[in-house]
């Protein structure tokens, strides 16, 4: 088996991996790090094509490793972003809770003072 | 013999990664992610992406972890309410039901790749001289598909105005991060005098060779900040309050001067971003002078989150 099959499934698990963790995982703070393992499998299963793409003298195709540089900072910015708006929520709330039943619950509280 | 480590390696990357994904305290599993991501390094050089793997190892692991570590250390109170709102067991059978499928749909793409692959290979190879830089994937990202690295210089921008912007209404203006008390005979100081100098020379070389080896300006932006908040961590230094304007012209230096030389090929060279002939190698550097300072404080200050006490203090 070549490294690009091999890493594209290993790849393609990972995918599944964080797919599941980012549904299952009730903890924003998880769903943030499975959508992280989930977007590396992404970024993964791409290089393994790129690998394939090797030609010219060249060990892997150019244009899609340049593309995964730009993925890899764009993911970064956006897990930053999604970070930043947790930790603002934990400190106006105290908790981190996605549950609309509870969210609801507290908006109820609030409405009532 | 190759072969039997690349399976060690992508058996070991499952294994961290499903350790990510279940493990019970969320520090932990950010610290198997760290791991996971140095490992996907050494997966990207068996791929032969040299300047993939650089960005994997100081942004993808590096950065992101020590995001996610802070965070996870400062939510550990809400871990013990999240777990009690686990999905019922049937929500979770139908959610590893889809990622299977998920997984085995790709699984069969890749062993149905097409024969020979596609490549653009050749393309860049027989165009490169034209840019005269050396790295093929700095020909690609800065001459190429310029347009790409503009709006991702933008799209890092954005993303530290939207952290900013999440910064409660008494420190608007003020410095983010905690405030640092130094420790003239702790080991953190020694290492925040020590450390810099040799990270700082590591990174303009590692953002000098990029032009022609792998390396770059991102690889080497993520070096300087790393030196950078090294240096915050260790009270030397405090982070600057984010309503100075030095510090708001220099975040948006960089972009301002790649539109400006995207505007100068649309008029010296027809089309927006493209240069014109003999001055392309200058123009890339130029661009990569100015992202370079641009970058390094982005990446930074995205680290340092929102500001969270006033000015003075």
Redesign the interface.
């Given at each position: 088996?070549t490294?690009?099959?091999?890493?594209?499934?290993?790849?393609?698990?990972?995918?599944?991996?964080?797919?599941?963790?980012l549904?299952?995982?009730?903890?924003p703070?998880?769903k943030?790090?499975?959508f992280?393992?989930f977007g590396?499998g992404v970024?993964?299963?791409f290089?393994?094509?790129?690998?394939?793409?090797?030609?010219?003298?060249?060990?892997?195709?150019?244009?899609p490793?340049?593309?995964?540089?730009?993925g890899?900072?764009?993911?970064?910015?956006?897990?930053?972003?999604a970070?930043?708006?947790?930790?603002?929520l934990?400190?106006q709330t105290g908790?981190?809770?996605l549950?609309s039943d509870?969210a609801a619950k507290a908006g109820n509280d609030t409405g009532a003072h | 013999m190759i072969e039997i480590l690349n399976f060690g390696l992508a058996a070991l990357i499952l294994g961290l990664a499903v350790w990510a994904v279940v493990a019970r305290e969320a520090p932990a599993a950010v610290v198997g992610f760290i791991v996971y991501g140095l490992l996907l390094t050494l997966v990207w050089l068996q791929l032969q992406g040299i300047d993939v793997a650089l960005t994997e190892a100081a942004i993808g692991g590096g950065l992101t972890g020590v995001l996610l570590i802070n965070a996870a250390v400062r939510l550990r109170s809400t871990e013990s309410t999240a777990r009690a709102q686990r999905p019922s067991a049937s929500t979770r059978w139908l959610a590893a039901a889809l990622s299977a499928t998920v997984t085995g749909a790709l699984a069969i793409c890749v062993l149905a790749l097409p024969e020979p692959a596609p490549t653009l290979a050749p393309e860049v190879l027989a165009n490169i001289a034209v840019t005269e830089v050396g790295n093929p994937i700095t020909a690609v990202l800065l001459a190429f598909r310029a347009m790409d690295t503009l709006l991702e210089a933008i799209v890092l921008l954005f993303a530290l105005i939207g952290v900013w912007s999440l910064a409660p209404d008494r420190a608007w203006g003020g410095r983010p991060g905690l405030l640092q008390q130094a420790d003239p005979n702790g080991m953190l100081d020694y290492v925040a005098r020590v450390l810099p100098p040799i990270g700082i020379v590591a990174g303009i070389y590692i953002f000098w060779i990029g032009a022609d080896y792998p390396g770059g300006k991102f690889q080497g932006a993520t070096l300087l900040a790393a030196m950078w908040l090294l240096v915050m961590m260790a009270g030397l230094a405090d982070a600057p309050p984010i309503s100075r304007s030095w510090l708001r012209w220099l975040l948006v230096a960089g972009p301002l001067a790649f539109i400006a030389v995207g505007v100068v090929g649309a008029v010296t060279a027809g089309a927006f971003l493209s240069y014109p002939h003999g001055f392309a190698k200058t123009l890339i550097l130029v661009i990569e002078f100015a992202l370079m300072p641009t970058l390094t404080l982005i990446l930074g200050l995205i680290l340092l989150g929102a500001p969270l006490r006033g000015e003075a203090a």
């Open positions: 088996m490294a690009g099959t091999l890493f594209g499934l290993c790849a393609a698990a990972l995918i599944g991996l964080g797919l599941f963790g549904i299952v995982n009730p903890h703070l998880r943030i790090l499975s992280n393992v590396s970024f993964l299963l290089g393994a094509i790129a690998h394939r793409g090797a030609a010219a003298g060249m060990g892997g195709d150019p244009v490793q340049a593309l995964l540089i730009t890899i900072v764009v993911a970064f910015s956006a897990t930053a972003l970070v930043a708006l947790l930790l603002r934990f400190d908790s981190v809770t549950s509870v | -």
